[in-house]
């Protein structure tokens, strides 16, 4: 899933706080550069109060305030709580349709917009909200039959044990073929926040990396494909195939030389922790090298960053290529 244009609408004033067991005529127009997004209020009680009857505990302001910016990366000041409602646009890194984030803080529940087939699902409308204002471990079990919990780190790059866990559990099951790339290219590059600038999410990559195992239950040649594919994949795409093309590249918001040498030197940390390593190896760094010959010459001039993998490898590419000649 690609990073889209995203909403966040906040409302201010409280409801009642009821507790159940788990399991107004205003009308708001918000406009934007790219879409007219309509919402009546009636709408936004309608579901506040459904998801109440089904046991969502209204969050008290500074709850709410607290989590919105710890979820979310946005701070809501006093100004916004006067102006009552307000809307963020994150600028889309690709060209993609346009996707919301609905945060109604006038009932304080965040409006997931979640349909099924046939009608409103307000249970993981309300097991959403419990997680993201109480972490409620049961709630979190619920939302994994949706994408919610992804979208929270691809879209925002929320992280913690539980979405660490879900998440690279996830990307184990993949098989390691080119499309898990794409699958899991906004999990690894991303903002952190909403107002945080797009680049490599390390704590991501060295989640996924570390929970790669060195050694696995197949044959000889099974074993080193399907390592190989683990490590190098998705990398030797995102290298070759996203981050140095101008659409990407330019919008870049960290030091994308630096976050690619960084990746360069994980990968071949992990690849030497493996009980088997071949020549093959050598692909990711020599098809960066031979794609974009600038970097052997910025990675020099930058002393490698200091990352010894990196120097190491780039060093053997150089000796390969020697013997080429």
């Given at each position: 899933?690609?990073?889209?244009n995203r909403?966040?609408?906040?409302?201010?004033?409280?409801?009642?706080?009821?507790?159940?067991g788990?399991?107004?005529?205003?009308?708001?127009?918000?406009?934007?550069?790219?879409?007219?997004l309509?919402?009546?209020?009636?709408?936004f009680?309608?579901r506040?109060k459904e998801?109440?009857?089904?046991?969502?505990?209204?969050?008290?302001?500074?709850?709410?305030?607290?989590?919105?910016?710890?979820?979310?990366?946005?701070?809501?000041?006093?100004k916004?709580?006067?102006?009552?409602?307000?809307?963020?646009?994150?600028?889309?890194?690709?060209?993609?349709?346009?996707?919301?984030?609905?945060?109604?803080?006038?009932?304080?529940?965040?409006?997931?917009?979640?349909?099924?087939?046939?009608?409103?699902?307000?249970?993981?409308?309300?097991?959403?909200?419990?997680y993201?204002?109480?972490?409620?471990?049961?709630?979190?079990?619920?939302?994994?039959?949706?994408?919610?919990?992804?979208?929270?780190?691809?879209?925002f790059?929320?992280?913690?044990?539980?979405?660490?866990?879900?998440?690279?559990?996830?990307?184990?099951?993949?098989?390691?073929?080119?499309?898990?790339s794409?699958?899991?290219?906004?999990?690894?590059?991303?903002?952190?926040?909403?107002?945080?600038?797009?680049?490599?999410?390390?704590?991501?990559?060295?989640?996924?990396?570390?929970?790669?195992?060195?050694?696995?239950?197949?044959s000889?040649?099974e074993?080193?494909?399907?390592k190989?594919?683990?490590?190098?994949?998705?990398?030797?795409?995102?290298?070759?195939?996203?981050?140095f093309?101008?659409?990407?590249?330019?919008?870049?918001?960290?030091?994308?030389?630096?976050?690619?040498?960084y990746?360069?030197d994980?990968?071949?940390?992990?690849?030497?922790?493996?009980?088997?390593i071949?020549?093959?190896t050598?692909?990711?760094?020599?098809?960066?090298?031979?794609?974009?010959?600038?970097?052997?010459?910025h990675?020099?001039?930058?002393?490698?960053?200091?990352?010894?993998?990196?120097?190491k490898?780039?060093?053997?590419?150089?000796?390969?290529?020697?013997?080429?000649?």
């Amino acid at each position: 899933m690609g990073i889209y244009n995203r909403l966040i609408i906040l409302c201010f004033v409280s409801l009642p706080i009821l507790t159940i067991g788990y399991g107004t005529n205003k009308q708001n127009i918000i406009k934007s550069d790219t879409i007219n997004l309509y919402e009546d209020d009636d709408t936004f009680a309608a579901r506040a109060k459904e998801i109440i009857q089904l046991g969502y505990k209204v969050p008290d302001n500074k709850l709410f305030r607290r989590r919105v910016k710890e979820v979310f990366g946005y701070e809501i000041t006093e100004k916004d709580k006067k102006e009552g409602v307000i809307y963020l646009e994150l600028p889309p890194i690709v060209e993609d349709e346009p996707d919301f984030l609905i945060i109604s803080t006038k009932h304080r529940f965040i409006d997931t917009d979640i349909q099924t087939d046939e009608y409103y699902d307000y249970r993981y409308l309300k097991a959403y909200n419990d997680y993201i204002f109480y972490r409620n471990q049961e709630a979190f079990t619920y939302l994994q039959k949706g994408s919610e919990i992804f979208r929270l780190l691809n879209e925002f790059g929320f992280w913690n044990e539980e979405i660490k866990r879900f998440a690279i559990n996830k990307m184990l099951s993949q098989p390691p073929k080119e499309e898990f790339s794409d699958l899991y290219f906004s999990s690894f590059f991303g903002r952190k926040g909403i107002n945080g600038t797009w680049e490599l999410r390390r704590y991501v990559l060295d989640a996924y990396l570390s929970a790669l195992p060195t050694t696995d239950n197949h044959s000889f040649n099974e074993l080193t494909t399907s390592k190989l594919c683990r490590i190098k994949e998705p990398f030797d795409t995102y290298i070759n195939k996203y981050l140095f093309k101008e659409l990407y590249k330019s919008k870049y918001g960290g030091n994308l030389e630096e976050d690619v040498a960084y990746m360069i030197d994980k990968i071949y940390t992990k690849v030497e922790q493996c009980d088997y390593i071949d020549m093959n190896t050598m692909e990711t760094i020599g098809n960066m090298y031979d794609t974009y010959p600038y970097l052997l010459k910025h990675y020099k001039k930058k002393n490698y960053y200091g990352y010894e993998k990196l120097k190491k490898y780039t060093e053997l590419y150089e000796d390969m290529k020697k013997r080429d000649e």
